[in-house]
């Protein structure tokens, strides 16, 4: 997504605001669509929030019960702490895990290679979460693939299914894809001649990644975590299928009131509390990326 | 020197290994989509197509195949049309709100699709649209407009601002421009943004499950089955649906390698 950030700061030569038939056949079709299938059904969520729900069915009314009544559960605050804490390790250890491989793509491969690469790691954004997911519940069950290979050396069974394992499994086949993408840009586009002059100047290749690689990749690291939690904090495939859901995350607390409680008012409080939360992660996250706080580092 | 080469090596093979990570569940529902046993482990059983029979003999399962075809067609062509205008409103204009503007369009792919879903069935049921598959077009192409938008928006980037220009002073009209200039120089990103929203919407589960009502999309079949037991049926359904998906990606993504290099040179 950082792609076209640029873009949209492109200087035009007409940049005089223009009022006619030709510009709001271009302009206004998408706020039309927008404020119909987007803008109304979000503020009607949050509307909704304050919706009753009798005898099955939702009256409009404006209530505080639905807030004050998941706020006092200890199960929503289990899990909001929960969803937290294990969207922030998968963050972690995405970010981690494909720092190697990033770096990799970077910096020791053809310029045609790290194209191919980035070409294949596009595929699985693409195609289906479901099935991967149905696939790994099937490669990391009690019978399954990882352990029958293991049971050759008389190692195993490893129970991966319905722990955090399976959930972080779940998370990185949506995340890490991006992140390995993401981390990859960025630093290929920093400038070789800085690295190459603290080489020359003696500095040890660890002391280049900690003092030149990732300064100068700060902005394009910290939008791929926020892209990291936000697909993690969301997703209700890997921690239902993988994780067990016998500690719901958020998502899986908004299906459950939906689908089988019918208090979809109460849903709307737990999905307005996420969105807050998504908000000002996303917040902090580009406000840091943007400042320039860390460039004096004292170190 | 030869410690470089010993650490490349060891990057390298790291590298091989998350992509082994990375494109092993996708392999895994190959192979097992052709393995006779019902709880697929190693060793395999008999190479059999067994559960493609049975799914190409279940009539739900080809009525959700049709849904989805028409959901994703759909979806695309709305999308890409909404994204073609925004990117080139962008491209063209300056106005008042345009920052609002873009992010109106922009936001929903950050969102958490449960979360739109949930907006989407609760506001689709007031205003009575819900439960049909024009319910699942009109979420997915809020969902996948800035798919489009993204792409088109790199190609007009390209194009030298002088040629609209250029045909406005020979005569043609903002409109001819439009037809004759415009849309032939953002073609390749167009087929491109057709062909990756279709799939985005093709494999979409959340969004469908909550306001598809009895019209189910294949995901949607999936996510049931998936629900119920282990049924190697997932794997040969997710086979088809790799496939299509894969097809899409790789035809817009040569399209768009296509004209990235032609416009680098």
Sequence with gaps: MGGFNTALFFDMKSNRETINLYSLTFRVPIIFWQLLFFVGPVLFMVAMSFFLVKNYRMTEAFEFINWTKMFSKNYFWDSYWFTLIIAFISTLLTMVIAFPASFTLAFRVSENFRRWAIFLLIIPFFTSYLVRTFSWYVILAEKGVINALLSYINLGPFIMLNTHIGTLVGYMTLTLPLVIILQTVTMANIDKNLIEAAFNLGCKPYLIIQRVIIPLSKTGFIIAAVFCFILSFGDFVAPFYLGGSQEPTLPILILDTTKSGQQWPRAAVVAIVMMVTLFAIAFIGIMTAYSKSFKNDKR | ?265
């Design chain 2, 1 to 265: 020197m030869t410690k470089d080469k010993f650490y490349n090596l060891i990057l390298k093979f790291y590298l091989f290994f998350i992509f082994v990570f990375i494109f092993t569940p996708i392999a895994f529902s190959i192979i097992f989509s052709f393995n006779s046993q019902r709880f697929p482990t190693i060793p395999l059983g008999n190479f059999s197509i067994e559960w493609y029979i049975k799914i190409f003999n279940d009539a739900e399962i080809w009525q959700a195949a049709i849904n989805s075809v028409v959901v994703s067609s759909i979806t695309c062509l709305i999308a890409t049309f909404l994204g073609f205008c925004t990117a080139y409103s962008d491209y063209r204009y300056r106005f008042k709100f345009k920052g609002i503007y873009l992010a109106l369009v922009l936001l929903p792919p950050t969102i958490p699709l449960i979360i739109l879903a949930l907006a989407m069935l609760a506001w689709l049921s007031k205003i009575g649209m819900s439960g049909q598959l024009w319910s699942i077009i009109c979420a997915h192409s809020v969902l996948t407009a800035p798919f489009a938008m993204a792409i088109i928006r790199l190609r007009l980037n390209q194009m030298d601002p002088d040629l609209e220009a250029a045909s406005w002073n020979l005569g043609g009209s903002e409109w001819d421009t439009m037809r004759n200039v415009i849309l032939p120089y953002c073609r390749p990103a167009i087929i491109s943004s057709l062909c990756l929203t279709a799939a985005v919407s093709f494999d979409e589960f959340a969004i469908s499950w909550f306001v598809s009502g009895l019209n189910k999309t294949v995901p949607v079949i999936i996510l049931e089955i998936v629900q119920g037991n282990i049924d190697p049926q997932v794997n040969a359904i997710g086979t088809f649906v790799f496939f299509t998906s894969i097809t899409l990606v790789i035809t817009a993504q040569i399209f768009f390698l296509t004209w990235q290099m032609k416009g680098k040179k």
